[in-house]
Each structure stands twice: as C-alpha cells, then as structure tokens.
C-alpha cells in the first residue's frame, strides 16, 4: 500500500491547464507497442548536437547549469524533443523547504542544501525544457564523436521513464474516431547526474506527484541496492496535488490455484472515471503474471506490461505495472467494465503442505487503495485447505465455502467482502483448523503439521521477527537451511493462537469500538512476516510456537514477549491499517505505531513489568548508532515513512514508525490522561482503559474514518477534541506542538529540574523551579508531568508542565510535606534514560 501509494501518483493526471496541447504528427507510431518502444528506447539525434555555455533550467528549489560543455537532444517523438544529453561542466542546486528535509539531504550528501558539480547529465523531459536550452547552444564541431561515445548510455536511461511518458504520448495514438486527441502534460523533468563528488543520482521535478521534487541515489551496500530518497517534498506554492481520477468499485476474481507455483486468473474490475480524459491508466499487477488478454466492456484494449524496471522513485523497487491504452479518451464520470486474463508462477513451496506466494500484494490487477467490494472465486486441489478475505458463501448446499467442482477434481470456494475493503488476499495450506470466539466474531485459527525449509534449527540464533507487516509489504524469499528434528508445529498451537487473538478482539473493541467484520482467520504463514488482511491474518510460523517451543530456539526474553506481541499486532491492524487507512507514504507510522501501541496494551494489562521493558528496548534502540557511527534518530522523523530504510539504515522504517511510533502514542496517551486529570483533580483518574481521552479519541477516528484514510493532522484534528487545557500551547486549543517537537521531529532529550524551591505563604506550599531541555532543539515543546516525592516513598503528580525550548520556569502548588521534585518518573516520555 505504502509504495505504491507515492509510486502511482502519476497515474491520474489532473486535467489541469498547462501548455503544451498535443499536435497531431504524420510521424508518430500508430500503434501502441511501436509507441512506447520508440520512448523506451529512443536515441541520440545525430542532426542536433550543440555546443552549449551558461544554460541553465529552473524549477521550484531547483536550479540546474550548464555553464560549458556539449549537448545533444534525443530524436524527436511525435513532433517533440523529449531528452538531453549532457558533458561538460554542471552544476546543480537544490533547497529543502523544512529542517527534517535538509537533515535528510544532510544525512545522504553532508550538505543540507545540494550543491554539487556534474560531469555529465542525462535529462528527460515532456515539456518546452528543450525550447529553453536552444537560446544558449550553438552547433558543435565533434558531433559524431560525441554520439559515439554516448548514445548508449542515453538509450540505457530512455527506458526509465516509460510508463510516464506512455501517459502522455497515447494522446497522440489513432483514436477509435480515426483522430488524434488532445492533452494537457502535466510538465516532467527527470535529470541523471553524475556529480563530482556524490556519484550519480537523479533529480525529479513532476507535478503529477503529490511531492514534486525529490532527489535520490541508487546505493550498493553489503550486497543489497538501495534506493536512497535523500529529499522528496512539496515547494512551497506547489499546486494541490492532482487528484485521483479513477477507482475502482467492484473486483470479480475468479482464479485457480495449481500448487506448488501457479496461480491462472481472470478478473472482472469496475472502474469509475471522474474528470475523464486520460488515454492510459496503470495497474499494479506481479511481473511474474504475465497478462494475457484485456478487454474494455467486451472489446480487446492494448496493453504494455512493462518487462524492464522503470526508473523512478520507489517504483524501482519493484515495477509491477500494466499499462492499459483505451481506444479514445475516457469521458467525465464514464463507468468501465475491465476483464484481465493472466496467469504465473506466483507461488512456491516453503515445507510440506505450506505454500509461499511471492508478490501475492498484486495478484491481481489494482490501483490506489479505494476500499471496493470483492467477490473472488478460488478453485483448488481436494486436499488443500484456502482461507481468503471476504465470508465463505457456498454455492451449493453443503460445506460452507468450500464445494466440489463439477469435475469432482477440484475443490471450489467463494468469498465475498462484507463491507469495501481496501485489499483481499488469500493463503492456502495443509492447515489444522481451531476456532475460538470473541462475542459474536468468529476467530479461527489454521496451522500446519510442520514448519518451512527454512525454519532455523532449535539452536540457531533468531532475530526477532516483528517486521513489516502490512499486506502491501512485498515479501522475500528465506534462504532454506537444514531443519533439525523434531520440528515444531504451528498445527498443535493453533487453538491457544485462536484464544490469544480472540482475546485480544475482546480488549480492543471496547477500546476502540466494534470489530469490523464478522470473522477472524489466522493463518501461517513461511518466514519471520506476518501481515494483517481485512478479516485475514497472514500469521508468521514463529509467532504459532508454544513458549516451549521458543525456548528451542533460544529467543532472548524481550525479543519472545515481542515475538508473542505479532499476532496481537495484527489483530490490531484490522482496526488500524485495514479499516483505517493511512493518507499517503508520510501517514503510515499511525498505522504501524498504533498497532503496535495497542499490542503493548494489552501487554501491560498482563505484565506491566514487561510492558517497562518492551518500551524501554525501543528507546535504546532509537538512542543507537549504526556501524559507522551514525545517530539511528538522524535518519529522519517517522513522517518520512519508506524513505526511513536507506543504505545507512537497511531497517530504519522498522526501527522508527513501529518504535517511536509507539513511544509517540503513548506519550500522547499519558499526556492527555494525566493533563485531564491535572483539571479535574476531584474526579481523579480514570478507572478503565476506554475511559481515558486517549481512547475516546481513537472511537472517534474508528466511527469518523472506517473505510477512509486518515493523515497525520487529521489524526490529531480528532485528539484535540479531548485536548485538556494544561495542554493548549500559547492558549491555543492545538496539538501542532506535538506535531512539529515529536512527529516530524527526531528529538531524544534529557530533562532536568534545576533551581528547585519549596515556598511556604499562608499555610500554603508551593513549589518553583526551571525545567531544562537538553539535547534538544531550540524550538521543541514537551509536555512534562511533574511530580513531587512524598514521605514514605510515595509520588504525587502536581501537574503538567508544557517545556518550551531549553529552559522553562514553573510554578505550582504542593502538599506541605513535599521535598523534592521529580520530572516524568512514570517515563511517559521518550527522553534519555535517568
Ligand atoms: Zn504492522
């Protein structure tokens, strides 16, 4: 979800009025396939090569020079010149708007605003950028030389912009009428620059993307490619960005599972149109499904699924996109009818009677992550066991879910969604089922005899496997090791996984309001992920292990009471991440951090002490640095979501969104409760969890934002609604202190109380000091309860202190018998450790 969320901004362009209108061409392809394979790999125009001086091509923070070199523009394509070609002496500069970006930049290139020389420059573009250049260029002498040396390195960067450009170019195709028709580019700019001294990197100017400059490197470390985001973000005065033209209502999936890898589909999508126009909308769709045939209401529609891995931003991580070109511009509010025919090796066989299936996020054709409505039919071996999102309907009398085909051979089952949900997947295995209840909802629960191949040995050494687990997380394969008897077995677990789960549904929905669905299945699922569905959860092997189990495995303490919290994490998910959903890449911590907060919840309900532990584990991994010596808090806020996994940090969004994300919400949590009874002191503190403003806050979000997504701000919009006085920052009744110190911030302070006096007037006692924020920013604001310690050990909270940079005076009142002050004992907030 989170990728492509960034990734696929392009694929709705707004209508939106720049210049530039497509002209009709006698020389364009007329076909679909010749178009964008003369994009993909489009040459150098030996006609057209320059001597170039003092050039230079502007854009919102974003200046790039040519002072003095050679340049020689692509061939054209349909009438227009869409590349460059570059060698000489550059330079390009590039301002970050905010602190977090240029730390970011900083991070990555040692310089928080880019200003680096380049040798040469590999540029494409849609709009008049070669229009500009011509005033600064006059012919050049060496021309052949120069297309010797580097046309293949253009034709190798030509194919990096594919897709994007197909979505403007079939603008110029035949249409159905025998014309051409007409379009507005939304004006893209993508430069390959080889710098001096930071090597080659690219920078992205594109208003189709909700943030239309970002910078970034391709990084080897270790053995693994990197895509590092150095900067990405919105100028200031960018236009909103477009918006989403198309979604999808309706899926209709009728698919049949060959184990051990194949999976052959046909899928039936409603696609609702709103502004109309486009020639070309793109589907997420696994490269290793090979689509065969798309029909737009009955009738065959060209397609390009893409073979090559496009270039551009976090869509390099894994382009699994189609292509779809309609015979004419879609109409305003225009309803499509689309059927897909497709088929691949998705699936792999990770033990006996588990099946793995690589890629299973798009298997089947989707964009955006509009909640629609699904009803999927899945055809399968007799012997296998398919749980998939949606309620079981039997199409005939007899089993539920699950009939005989017609042939007898195989089995057949039907799901369908109870409400639009965002995704649907399914797994499928030789599964031991068990069943436990949480009110009304059915919680069910499918384990295998064994484990994987891969499954470590019992003395082998484990990292703790809470790790990404969203369905949109792409998975990967596990290297196989040698199993060493006996094996554990997620089958004899699965009943008390069923209880825990159903467990954890019964907390939850009094805290943050009903269970959306009628049911629960969780099934297990090969390697260290899990992955929490609508209704479905993909549940790692290890988290199905008995405590005996684990023990053979040797998991550290923390790291298997984290280990226990997975299935709980999930569960979790199904409110937070499936039923809510995030805004866009920058909003996905909510879901990750609110997950897991609410795992840890349900932990210190059974063992506070472990629940002390589990926090402070994170605050000193967040307090750690990496081998070379690198702050992990320097790798940006929890806002910067994806991008927080770099070269330096190969496990950075773990690290941040799910542990300062946690941290966050329960800073939040214990802020409001104790702010609110600071101001009522006579009632005192809540009784219940779901009393608390915090939790009020969350049914509030649960009600207001089922089936929508949420961002970060609307997000407290909803706390603020509960904000008690003590935490109105210069009497305003806002939470965007905490959003600028803590959620876009990377702070750890230290705190202290210094020049501490006890005053006695009247019979009463009243207690001064300063608070004392260090390590910190100048600017940052935190949220202090201060307690005094009383005779006899005991503490009494005298009241919430809002510390405003790095010294702030208080005053408050006492009990006569205090004697000394202490800042946050409860470690409510993330601070340095005493
Ligand atoms: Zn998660």
Redesign the pocket.
Known sequence: MKRQTIALACCFLAAAAYAHAAEPSPQCPQTTSALYARIHSIGLDPQRVYHVRGATIDRPNLHIDFDDGTLAFTEDICGRTTGAFFDGEGEVRLRPPNRAERGSLALFTGMAILEEQFSTGYLRFNDDTAAVLQPFLTPAEDAAEFIKQWNDTSLALAGFDGLRLLLDFSHFLPTSAGNESARNFQPLLHAHLLGKMLGGFEVVWDPANAEPLWAGQPRMKDGNLFFDIWTSFAPAGSAAPPVVDASITNFRIRASVEPPTRLRASTDVNVHILSGGERTLLFELSRYLKVEAIESDGRPVDFIQNPAIEGSELRRKGNDLVAVVFPAPLAPRQELKLHFRYAGDVLSEAGKGLLYVGERGTWYPNFGLSPAQFDIEFHYPQDWTLVATGKPTSRAVGEVGETNADDGTDKVSRWVSERPIPVAGFNLGKYVRAEARAGNVVVEAYGTKGVEKSFPKAQDEVVSPIL???PRQRLSPIDPVVVSPPPPSPARDAQAVADRAALAITSFSQWFGPYPYDSLALTQMPGLMSQ?WPGLVFLSSFAFLSPHEQADLHLGAVAREIDNQVLV??TA?QWW?DLVLWNNYRDQWI??GL??YASLLMLEQQNPVQFRQVLDKYRSDLLSKNNEGEWLRDAGPVTFGQRLDSSHFPNGYDEISYERGTWLFHMLRTMLRDAEAATHSQKGRPHSLSEEPFFRGLRKIRERYAGKSISTQELLRVFEEELPRPLWYENHHKLDWFLKSWIEGTAIPRLEAHEVHFNEKNGVTTVTGVIVQKDAPNDLVTAVPVYAAMPGNTLTFLGEVLADGQETAFHLPAPHAARKILLDPRQTILTKAK
Do not use: K, T
């Open positions: 990404p687990s969203n929490g994490h999930e998910h991440g879901s990750e997950a897991n």
